[in-house]
């Protein structure tokens, strides 16, 4: 019953990690999975305004400012961690 996310992180601030959701809990491990569910690929800004609310990752996406491979339904659980405290009013 778990998820793999691979996360890709280019240009600045770089990297690759992956994240197993499952129902009791998430793993973050600073490493790439060989056979992910779901590969998302997004700059380090548009990540971190998606956790504060200042980025939509739908829109996001729907722009190609975020990719996104693979079970798209199963990276939609991203939700359960970029879940921003406040949405902005000014949300890009």
Known sequence: NSIIIQVEIPGPGEGIFHITLTPEKID?????????????SASYEHLIGITNGSYSADRLFTTGQ???EGNISKGAEMRRIFKPQKRNKGMK
């Open 28 to 40: 973050v491990l600073p490493y790439s999975y060989d056979n992910p569910d779901v590969k998302i």
């Open 66 to 68: 975020m990719k996104v």
